[in-house]
DNA sequence: TCACACTTTGATAACGCTCACATTCTGAAT
DNA sequence: ATTCAGAATGTGAGCGTTATCAAAGTGTGA
C-alpha cells in the first residue's frame, strides 16, 4: 500500500496526497476531503522510512540518559514522553550506563540522523569531547556538564536548591550536616560541585563551620550508594546531625543505613533528599525533598527543542543558543526533617 | 557522504562497500582492508533512512510498556537495552499508560514498520483486539492477557510464585492474609487472577479457608494504589495478619500505609511483595518479595525475539510460536516476613 | 475575445542504499 | 591452449516519499 495506490484510487497524483498528508496549502477543500476518505478506506500509513530517506524528518527525539533504573531518568523520560506525544513525536530512549564510551556513541553523527532532535543528559563527556561532534540535529543539553556556546542547555537550580535545603537544616538546629555526594574542591561545574556550593554558601550565610570530613564523595547517585556512603561514614566515627543526599535515591540508601544504625529519623538525624521523585512521599520516613521544578523543566526542554527543530540546527544565527537555568526550586518539607 | 563516495575513494563500487560493511562474503581480505581503511578515512556512517527503505530493517526494537516511571518496567527496560546492543540492537520505548486507545495505536501497522521486532507488554487488549491486526512484524508478548495462538508469548509463574508466597505466609502463623490486587472472580487469565490462584491454592492445600473481605482488588499496581487499598482495608475494619501485594510498588505504599495506622511489620502484619526489584533491599523494613526470574526473562525474551526476527514473521510454520511460562520463581525473604 | 494573475494539480527526479543478476577474474583440470 | 567452476566485483533498478517546477484550470478586467 503506497501513496501512489491511494492517489490512483482518489484519481489525483501522488503529490496531491502527500500534500494532503502534510497538510500543505494548495489543495482544494473538495479534493482534499476526496484523498481524506480514500486513505481512510484503504487504511493506507505512511512509510516513515521513505519519508525520512527523502525529507530528513523522522518524528522521533532521542533521550540519552545514563541510566533508567533510578527513580529520576525514569520519571523524566516518562514527563518528555508526553509532552513530544502532544506534538505528534515519538521518544526515543538510550542508557549509556554513565560510560563515556557509550555517550560518544550515542551522539555519533550516524546515531544522531536517527533524530530529529536529542535530549541529552551528559555525565562524562565535556565540551572537548563535544566540539568534535558537529551536529545538524537540533539538540537540548540537560545536566551540568559544561557544554560549548553553541548549544541549547537546561540546568537545574542547582545552587540555589541546595542553599535553600541546607538553610532549613541549619535553621531547625542541625549543627554537623554530612553530605552525600559533596564534592571538597570547587573546581569543576558538574551537579556534585554545585549542590555542594549551595552547601557552603548556607554555611557562610548563617556563620557555621563545616567540618571537611562531613563531606562524602561518592561514584554514584543512587540508593546503594547512598547506603554505602553513610554506612562508611557511620563506622568512621564521624558525628552528625543531619543528611544531605544529592538525590532522593541515594536519600533512600540513607535512610536504610540509619536505620540499620538505629537512629532515628528526624529525632537523632534530619534527612534531606534532592528531586522530589514520585517515591519520596511513600518512604519511612516520608522524605523531605528539594523541588527542582521537574514538570516545568520537561516542558522547557520540549519548548526549546520544538523552536531548534523548527530552526533547523544549533548555534544558527536565528535562533541564537539558550542556557536556561531553572530558579524555581523550593523544599517539600515532609518526615524527615524538623 | 554517501557509499558511493566512499567506493569512489576505494576503487570499488558501492556494491563492495555495502558488502564489507554488512559483514558479507565474497569480498577478499585485501580489498576488505581497503574499504575498510577508507571508512576510517572518511569518516563515513551509514544511512540508516536508506538502509531501511531498501532493506526493510530499521535495526530498532520497540518495547510497548504501561508505564516507566514504576520500578518494574523500567528496570527491564534496562536490562532488555543490554542484552539487545549485544546484538547490536536499540530499543525504542513507548509508554501506553495502560490505555487500550495508545495500546492499539502502538500496534497500529505503520508504526510496527519502525521496528525490526516488539516486545509488547498488554495490559487492556485482549486476542480479539490483536486478531485485527496483521503482523508482519516479529512480536513476543510478554505479561498474562491472553495472545492469538499465532504469536510467541511469555509469562512469569504467577500461580507458582504466589502459591509459594502465601504458603510461606501460612507456614509461618499468618491465618488472615489480605491480597492487595486480588480477584474475586477466577474467569480471567490475567495477572491478577493467576497471582489470586496461587493464594486460593495454598489456601486449599494447608486447609485454611480465605475470608474473601481479604482479597482486596485495585485499579492499578502502583505505590499510591497499594497505599489507598491498605489505607480502605484498615479502615473497614476487616482484620489482617498479612498482606501480600501483587507487586513491590504496591507493597511500598501498603509499608507507607502499616506505618501510618502504627502497625510493627512483621511484628503485627507480615508483607510480602512481587518482582523483587532493586529498591526492595533497601524498604524500611526490607520487603520481602517473590523473585520471579527477572534476568533469565530478559533474556528468554531476547532469544525469542532473535530466533523470529532471523525467520521474518509470526506464527510462520517454520518456527512454531512459543509459550514460555517461567517456573523459576523463589522467594527472597527480607525483614517484612518471620 | 484576450491577456494576466492566481489557484490547483501533476510529472519528474532525486534521497542512499541493497537485491538480483551479470560480468570479470583466478587458477586448476582437460 | 581451452574449458570451466568458483570466487570476487560490478551494473542497474527500485524501495516510497517529497521538492521543484511546469502545466492546466479559474476567474477578472480591459
Chains 1, 2 share one sequence.
Request: net charge negative.
Amino acid at each position: 500500500m503506497r501513496m501512489i495506490d491511494v492517489a490512483r484510487e482518489a484519481g489525483v497524483s501522488a503529490m496531491t496526497v502527500s500534500n494532503v498528508i502534510n497538510g500543505r496549502t494548495g489543495v482544494s477543500a473538495e479534493t482534499r476531503l476526496r484523498v481524506l476518505a480514500t486513505i481512510a478506506d484503504l487504511g493506507y500509513q505512511v512509510n516513515h522510512a521513505a519519508r525520512h530517506l527523502r525529507a530528513g524528518r523522522t518524528g522521533a527525539v532521542g533521550l540519552i540518559v545514563p541510566d533508567l533504573d533510578g527513580p529520576y531518568y525514569a520519571q523524566l523520560a516518562t514527563r518528555l514522553a508526553r509532552d513530544l506525544h502532544e506534538r505528534g513525536l515519538h521518544l526515543v530512549l538510550e542508557q549509556t550506563n554513565a560510560s563515556p564510551e557509550r555517550e560518544l556513541e550515542a551522539i555519533s553523527f550516524g546515531r544522531l540522523r536517527m533524530y530529529d532532535g536529542l535530549i541529552m543528559s551528559l555525565l562524562r563527556l565535556d565540551a572537548a569531547d563535544l566540539d568534535q561532534v558537529s551536529f545538524e540535529t537540533p539538540v537540548v543539553f540537560i545536566g551540568e556538564r559544561p557544554v560549548p556556546p553553541a548549544f541549547d542547555h537546561i540546568m537545574m537550580d542547582n545552587v540555589g536548591g541546595a542553599r535553600l535545603a541546607t538553610r532549613h537544616l541549619l535553621k531547625s538546629g542541625a549543627r554537623r550536616i554530612a553530605v552525600i555526594g559533596g564534592r571538597h574542591d570547587d573546581g569543576t561545574e558538574d551537579m556534585p560541585s554545585l549542590r555542594t556550593r549551595g552547601y557552603r554558601q548556607a554555611h557562610a550565610e548563617l556563620g557555621v563551620e563545616i567540618d571537611p570530613r562531613l563531606v562524602v564523595e561518592v561514584e554514584s547517585f543512587t540508593t546503594p550508594s547512598g547506603f554505602r556512603a553513610l554506612t562508611w561514614l557511620q563506622e568512621s566515627g564521624v558525628p552528625f546531625d543531619a543528611v544531605f543526599a544529592f538525590t532522593d535515591a541515594a536519600a533512600m540508601g540513607v535512610l536504610r543505613a540509619l536505620a540499620d544504625a538505629g537512629l532515628q529519623v528526624p529525632q537523632d538525624v534530619q534527612v534531606m533528599g534532592f528531586d522530589n521523585g514520585t517515591e519520596t512521599e511513600f518512604l519511612v520516613p516520608r522524605l523531605s525533598s528539594v523541588e527542582p521544578g521537574n514538570g516545568a523543566m520537561a516542558e522547557r526542554i520540549v519548548e526549546l527543542l520544538d523552536r531548534r527543530m523548527a530552526a533547523g540546527g544549533n548555534g544558527g544565527a536565528e535562533v541564537p543558543p539558550q542556557v536556561t537555568t531553572m530558579v524555581n526550586a523550593r523544599l517539600v518539607l515532609r518526615e524527615t526533617t524538623r
